[in-house]
C-alpha cells in the first residue's frame, strides 16, 4: 500500500503530463464504447458516490451533453479510461484512467490538463479494504466496512492545510440486494443523500395520514361518545417511522397535567401510524415532517372533528421526535400550525 507522502510525490512528478497520459490510454484502447450517462462501475458504487445513477445508454455519436461519456478497454476487456464531455467546451474534457495491479488498482483523474487525484485502492479478497487519495486540496484516507458480503459504510477522513474532515458514507439496500440509498453523515453533524433510487411520495404521505387519523380519531371518538376530550397529541419519531395518537379524558388540575408527557395520558398511543420505511436525511426528515403537520392541520380543520365533543379549553399538541412544536425552533412547523385552531 502507498503512503500518502509518496502519492504526493507521484502526483507532482505526473500533474504536468495530461497530454502524453491520455495519448497513452487512448492508445492501449482495444475498443471503445459512447453512452449517454454511467454505464460501469470499475470500483464499488464509484458512480453513485458522486451522485450518478448506472443507467446509461450506449449511443453512437458523441453528443454535446455533460452526461456524454466514452469508454476505454484494453486487450483483457477491462476499463481503462474514461472521458466525459463538457458541455460548454464541446469537446471531452475530464478523464479518469485506470491502472490495474496485483492486489490494488490506481486511479487518475484529470480536468482538462490539471491533474486533479490520484488515488489507490487496496483490495483483500476481492473487496477493496484501504482507500489512499492525494488530490491538489490535500491527502485522504478511506476504510470500507462490509456485512456477509455488503458494503455498509465508507469512512473518510481528509486533510489540507487548512481543514480536517470526518465523514462516513452509509449504503442502504432493497430487499432484493439492489442499493436503496447513500447518505453521507457528518462527524460534525448534519447527513445528506448521495443518491436515492426510492423518491420519496410526501403528498401521497399527506393524503394517506389524513385518511388514516381520520378513521382513528372518529373510531376513537365514537368508542369514548359519552367522555369529554380535553387533550390530543400527535407524536411523530420519524427516525423510527411512527407517528402516535394519544388523548386525555380525565379533567385534571392543571398543575398535575405534564403536558410535555404522554405516557400517563389516559389513552396514550391509542393508534399509530408508518410513515418512511426508509433511512432519512436532515432534508428529507424535515419534509417528511412538514408532511405530517400539513395532514394534522387538515385534520382539526375539518368539520367533523369541529362536532367531537371537547372541553371548552381543549387543546392540541404536536410532539416531533418527543418536543412539543411549541418548544421547537422550526419557523417551517411554527407557519403551519400559526392559528390553527386548537393550537395555542
Known amino acids: 500500500m502507498k503512503t500518502a507522502l509518496i502519492l504526493k510525490q507521484q502526483f507532482e512528478e505526473t500533474q504536468d ?24 462501475n ?21 453528443i454535446k451533453d455533460n452526461n456524454c461519456f466514452k ?30 495491479k496485483e492486489d490494488s488498482i490506481e486511479t487518475m483523474y484529470w480536468s482538462g ?40 459504510k465508507i469512512h473518510t477522513l481528509s486533510k489540507s492545510d487548512q481543514t480536517e474532515m470526518d465523514t462516513t458514507n452509509h449504503f442502504y439496500y432493497k ?26 411520495a410526501y403528498k401521497k404521505l399527506e393524503e394517506r395520514l389524513f385518511k388514516e387519523m381520520k378513521k382513528a380519531i372518529q373510531t376513537f371518538s365514537e368508542e369514548h361518545s359519552e367522555e369529554t376530550l380535553f387533550s ?28 410535555e408527557e404522554t405516557s400517563d395520558w389516559s389513552y396514550n398511543d391509542f393508534e399509530s401510524m408508518d410513515l418512511i420505511m426508509q433511512p432519512l436525511d436532515d432534508a428529507e426528515t424535515e419534509k ?4 405530517v403537520v400539513k ?9 367533523w372533528f369541529q362536532l367531537i365533543p371537547k372541553s371548552a379549553d381543549f387543546r392540541c399538541y404536536f410532539f416531533n421526535s418527543g418536543v412539543e412544536s411549541r418548544d421547537i425552533d422550526n419557523p417551517k412547523i411554527n407557519k403551519i400550525l400559526d392559528g390553527v385552531s386548537y393550537f395555542k
Open 42 to 62: 470499475v470500483l464499488p458504487f464509484e458512480n453513485q458516490l458522486n451522485g450518478y445513477k448506472l443507467n446509461g445508454k450506449e449511443i453512437k455519436k458523441p
Open 288 to 291: 417528511v415532517t412538514i408532511s
Open 17 to 40: 503530463k495530461a497530454i502524453a497520459y491520455i495519448e497513452e490510454f487512448r492508445s492501449r484502447s482495444v475498443r471503445s464504447e459512447l453512452s449517454k450517462g454511467c454505464r460501469y
Open 175 to 200: 430487499e432484493d440486494g439492489s442499493l436503496l440509498k447513500i447518505i453521507k453523515t457528518w462527524a460534525i453533524g448534519g447527513s445528506r443523500v448521495i443518491i436515492s433510487n426510492e423518491q420519496i
Open 232 to 259: 390530543l397529541a400527535f407524536s411523530s419519531y420519524i427516525e423510527h417511522a411512527d407517528l402516535f395518537l394519544s388523548a386525555e379524558l380525565t379533567e385534571r388540575i392543571k398543575n398535575d397535567f405534564q403536558v
Open 113 to 152: 490538463d490539471s491533474l486533479s487525484n490520484i488515488t489507490e485502492y487496496v483490495f483483500e479478497n476481492d473487496q477493496v479494504q484501504i482507500v489512499t487519495c492525494h488530490a491538489a486540496q490535500g491527502t485522504s484516507l478511506e476504510r470500507y466496512y462490509y456485512e456477509n458480503g455488503q458494503l455498509k
Open 295 to 303: 395532514a394534522i392541520k387538515q385534520i382539526v380543520e375539518t368539520d
Open 71 to 100: 469508454y476505454h478497454f484494453d486487450e483483457k476487456n477491462q476499463l481503462i479510461l474514461k472521458e466525459k464531455m463538457s458541455a460548454f467546451l464541446d469537446r471531452f474534457n475530464t478523464f479518469k484512467m485506470y491502472i490495474y
